[in-house]
């Protein structure tokens, strides 16, 4: 079965650190993939996607990803975080090969800034 | 403004009682679709529509109902609640080309089945 896994389920970081959060998926075939992040009380908002082309996509609020097919992975970085980034961070895969346009999600990263 | 709306947005009840939760969008999207969120479990899709009167079961439909009357609303119906669907309920849609749409997510609905 399709999964999606985040291996960092919660992350504390100071202000101005780099933050890396992993995402990994077990498809072998196409796929695309999405980052959400969730703001305390807030509904999911999209960060980023890939769908095709330049591997390295850059989303907003200064979040990037690299898709790396041989690992199928798509990382999310951003090189400085800011308390305002504190929330919950979710990788979802999109299986081009079903009807249900389902996203399938990771069971996501929340991030806490430290000031 | 282009939105997702749901309502209500927390709901307490108990077990049996029937509830529907409903969900509108004003973006004219043919897809809709209904998320649960559990505690290390991320989101998982109960149901979805492709269009008006047109549904199917998502990962997880177990006790839920839905239906596409109009195209704007998608309301979740829980005809006999029980305490394992006390969840965060969202509410997706999306255009419904050739690749893949962004979806756009409600706000989410609380619910707590007691």
């Known amino acids: 079965a399709q999964s999606v896994s985040q291996h960092n389920h919660h992350v504390i970081l100071s202000e101005a650190a780099s933050l890396e959060l992993g995402c990994n998926y077990s498809?072998?075939?196409?796929?695309?993939l999405f980052w959400y992040v969730q703001y305390p009380g807030q509904h999911l908002q999209l960060l980023l996607k890939?769908?095709?082309?330049?591997?390295l996509v850059k989303g907003i609020k200064g979040f990037e990803a690299e898709f790396i097919k041989s690992k199928f992975s798509f990382n999310l970085r951003k090189p400085s975080v800011q308390w305002s980034d504190t929330a919950e961070y979710f990788c979802?895969?999109?299986?081009?090969?079903?009807?249900?346009?389902?996203?399938?999600f990771g069971s996501g990263t929340r991030l806490q800034v430290q000031p | 403004e282009a939105q997702v709306t749901q309502n209500p947005r927390y709901l307490i009840t108990v077990t049996g009682k029937k509830l529907t939760v409903t969900c509108s969008q004003n973006?004219?999207?043919?897809?809709m679709s209904w998320y649960r969120q559990d505690p290390g479990l991320g989101l998982r899709q109960i149901y979805y529509?492709?269009?008006?009167?047109?549904?199917d079961k998502g990962d997880v439909p177990e006790g839920y109902k839905v239906s596409r009357k109009e195209k704007r609303n998608f309301p979740l119906i829980l005809e006999s609640p029980s305490p394992n669907q006390t969840s965060l309920y969202f509410c997706?849609?999306?255009?419904?080309?050739?690749?893949?749409?962004?979806?756009?997510f409600g706000p989410g609905t609380r619910l707590l089945v007691l």
């Open positions: 529509s492709m269009n008006v009167e047109v549904t």
């Open positions: 979802a895969v999109y299986r081009m090969d079903t009807g249900r346009r389902a996203l399938t």
């Open positions: 498809y072998g075939g196409t796929v695309n």
């Open positions: 890939y769908f095709s082309g330049d591997p």
């Open positions: 973006m004219n999207h043919e897809y």
């Open positions: 997706a849609s999306s255009l419904l080309g050739p690749n893949p749409e962004t979806q756009y």
